[in-house]
Nanobody
């Protein structure tokens, strides 16, 4: 079973930066599309950014130009660099792994990001 452990959340002022990391274990990492989701207060969980096995990135419109996702297949790690954070970025951020063949989905436990105005 895939294990995903996120880290790097915290409290930051508006305009600040945070870097989230997700380490996957018990996987052949390059068989997984990796993604970051978030759940903002009162909202459903939403896709923030994704990184395919080839390293191609995709972003929600709300974070384009501010967030950058990257993966290191040698270290089984996907990171989310978040710059120019806004109060509306506040929420719990989750790492997700989608197996490209079986379509099995795994989630991390989430990490809290709070942006103060």
């Amino acid at each position: 079973q895939v294990q995903l452990v996120e880290s790097g959340g915290g409290l930051v002022q508006s305009g600040g930066s945070l870097r989230l990391s997700c380490v996957a274990s018990r996987v052949i990492f390059y068989d997984y599309t990796m993604a970051w989701y978030r759940q903002r207060p009162g909202n459903q969980r939403e896709l923030v950014a994704s990184a395919t096995t080839a390293g191609n990135a995709g972003y929600a419109d709300s974070v384009k130009g501010r967030f950058a996702v990257s993966r290191d297949n040698a270290k089984n790690t996907v990171t989310l660099q978040m710059n120019n954070l806004k109060p509306e970025d506040t929420g719990v951020y989750y790492c997700r792994a989608d197996h490209i063949y079986s379509r099995l989905i795994s989630w991390g436990q989430g990490t809290q990001v709070t942006v103060s105005s």
